[in-house]
């Protein structure tokens, strides 16, 4: 089988929204390449190696490529996707001079290349993710997450995602019910549930997303306690408010804590819904906020009642840490 491979050429701040796009229009798989340059700063602090290629890439940069099938109107793509790259400008997301571009490859040609650059990688003190195609002897003491991604976002490489996995590591103490907003490949959802968590409603409204997360949730052994639902917080509000035994869910919502690894627009429509998702003296982690939208979230958060308790930082990206007042 043959694939269109579209290639855009732009800034790192536009990767989530960009490959977002780009699975919403159809894509087969969307793969990332940064800059390999040596003077990128990168976290070791936990024994994190990095096999990356170097490469003629800006430091800044990336280089997205999705895959589309061969009868594609690829040109049609190309048309609707320009605009909503122009109009990432609106949201403080700078896109740059970006190039788009396309070629005809063979699927040997990209889909299991990505592979060889996933590997085991500790993201904290007690998690390390572990692609389910590469062997790994943990060490005592060390949770291990089993992952295939598949289409799905979310391998535990990207700042936004590491950085929720430590910040859970502070938060969760044992036997807490959590909800997973955007769930994606259901990492943080089996992440929660490795460091200790009783229950976690995982929720996406992307049903890639939702199956990636249930079948990843079955490679861990953790199908019974994760529940993985297409839908949205304020569905899950509605259903639990209604009572309704079609939409039962596995947690008793207010939850203690909940946890978003969502662009900042995103988290910023509904900080109100998550408001109302926790209990009292509860915890909120907001994660795949860009440095440039920091202090928008930070005003939304207290506005809605939050109050922050701390902000974890890696490379230009923000996870906050908010509590609903006792």
Not at 175 to 201: F, H, N, Y
Request: with cysteine.
């Amino acid at each position: 089988m043959k694939w269109n491979e579209l290639t855009i050429a732009t800034t790192e701040e536009s990767i989530e929204m960009i490959s977002n796009f780009l699975h919403e229009m159809g894509a087969g798989g969307v793969s990332i390449e940064e800059s390999g340059t040596l003077n990128k700063e990168r976290d070791t602090s936990l024994g994190q190696w990095y096999e990356l290629p170097l490469n003629d890439i800006p430091e800044g940069q990336a280089v997205i490529k999705g895959y589309f099938p061969e009868d594609t109107d690829i040109e049609e793509v190309i048309t609707n996707v320009r605009p909503r790259i122009d109009e990432l400008r609106e949201f403080d997301i700078e896109p740059g001079e970006y190039t788009i571009s396309s070629v005809v490859v063979d699927d040997e040609d990209w889909a299991n290349a990505w592979k060889q650059y996933f590997k085991p990688i500790r993201v904290s003190d007690r998690l390390t993710i572990k692609p389910t195609w590469e062997d790994y002897t943990p060490s005592e003491g060390e949770q291990i997450i089993e992952l295939d991604p598949g289409m799905a976002f979310g391998t535990g490489t990207h700042p936004t995602t590491a950085l929720c996995l430590r910040t859970l590591e502070s938060v969760i103490q044992g036997g807490e019910e959590v909800i997973d907003v955007g769930t994606g490949s259901g990492i943080l959802a089996i992440g929660a549930m490795r460091l200790g968590a009783k229950k976690v409603l995982a929720v996406d409204l992307d049903p890639i997303a939702v199956t990636a997360a249930g079948e990843n949730s079955k490679l861990n052994g953790l199908e019974g306690d994760i529940q993985v639902q297409l839908s949205d917080l304020l569905g899950v509000l509605q259903a639990s408010a209604e009572g309704s035994a079609s939409q039962a869910i596995n947690v008793s919502v207010p939850v203690d804590v909940v946890v978003a690894n969502i662009l900042a627009e995103i988290i910023l429509l509904f900080v109100d819904d998550v408001y109302a998702a926790v209990k009292a003296g509860g915890t909120y982690i907001a994660s795949g906020i860009y440095k440039n939208k920091e202090d928008d979230v930070a005003s939304g958060l207290e506005a809605s009642g939050f109050v922050i308790t701390g902000r974890q930082r890696d490379q230009d990206w923000i996870a906050f840490v908010a509590k609903k007042p006792e």
